[in-house]
């Protein structure tokens, strides 16, 4: 039970470019895992129908004009959450990866005031979809870098299945990451204070649209990301 009688209005923020394929069944899923939530969909310049499935779907959808990449996609959500004064935002994919029967074990913890953030992980029981052992190397490797350089355990930093409560949402509104920002988030958010968690999750393959991360395109993003993951130890640190 929560330790305050409050009722949180959350929102469920998803990103989505071209995922015509699976947009409708993700709204049905968050609605049917937490009726009482609303859920505000980024088209992020789809060339696809995305736009009008989702809409189809009774969310609320904002479309930009042309494609400008998740960080911006997540944080234009994350933008329209704190204009609309909302003290939870659930950021979930549009690709169907992630299950939205996690959502309420993720509010609640916030409602207690156990977590500024919570994150769905897929490898604290390791079920479900593990990712290929390329990516899970990448994501080992980041890992040792958040222990070593910012004394933390996160097991799963690029998991995109995160819930941020008031304040830690009102940081992200105006700092989240350009480019792959989910590992960079991690480190901005524990320097600026907040706490983090993580909570066991299964998660699928992707259910539909394209991956960024393919042929040469790991290698460039270990790179960027370890490089954005060092700029953001030594920088010093906003709230």
Same mark, same amino acid.
């Given at each position: 039970?929560?330790?305050s009688?409050?009722?949180l !209005? @959350?929102?469920? =923020? ?5 995922? *015509? ?9 968050? #609605? ?28 609320? @959808? ?12 997540v #944080?234009?959500?994350? !933008?329209?959450?704190?204009? *609309?004064?909302?003290?939870v935002?659930?950021q @979930?994919?549009?690709?169907?990866q992630?299950?939205p029967?996690?959502? &309420? #074990? ?13 994150g ?7 079920e479900?979809? #593990?990712?290929s052992?390329?990516r *899970?190397?990448?994501i ?9 350089f910012?004394?933390?355990? =996160? ?8 819930a ?7 940081? =992200?509104?105006?700092?989240? &990451?350009?480019?792959?920002p989910?590992?960079?988030? =991690? ?5 600026a204070g ?7 999750? @299964?998660? !699928?393959? *992707?259910q ?7 042929g040469?395109? &790991? ?17 010093k640190a906003? !709230?």
């Open positions: 039970m929560a330790k009688d409050k009722v !209005r @959350v929102i469920a =923020v998803v990103p989505a470019y071209n995922e *015509r394929n699976t947009i409708e069944k993700v709204i049905e899923e968050i #609605q049917n895992s937490a009726p009482n939530i609303d859920i505000v969909v980024i088209d992020d310049g789809s060339l696809d129908d995305t736009y009008d499935c989702a809409s189809n779907a009774k969310a609320l @959808v904002i479309r930009h004009p042309f494609n400008m990449g998740i960080g911006a996609a #944080q234009t959500g994350f !933008r329209f959450a704190t204009i *609309r004064n909302y003290d935002a659930v @979930v994919d549009g690709d169907g992630h299950d029967k996690y959502i &309420p #074990q993720m509010l609640e913890i916030i409602a207690n005031g156990d977590a500024d953030v919570v769905g992980s897929r490898f604290l029981e390791g479900g979809f #593990q990712s052992s390329l *899970r190397a990448g080992n490797f980041f890992e040792m870098i958040y222990k070593i910012v004394g933390i355990d =996160v097991t799963d930093c690029t998991s995109g299945f995160r941020f409560g008031k304040n830690a949402l009102e940081f =992200v509104a105006e700092n989240y &990451p350009d480019d792959y989910e590992p960079e988030v =991690v480190i901005m958010l524990k320097k907040f706490k983090f968690k993580e909570i066991p999750v @299964v998660m !699928r393959e *992707r539909g649209g394209k991956t960024s991360i393919k040469f395109k &790991p290698l460039h993003y270990m790179i960027k990301v370890t490089l954005a993951l060092i700029m953001n130890i030594l920088r906003e !709230r």
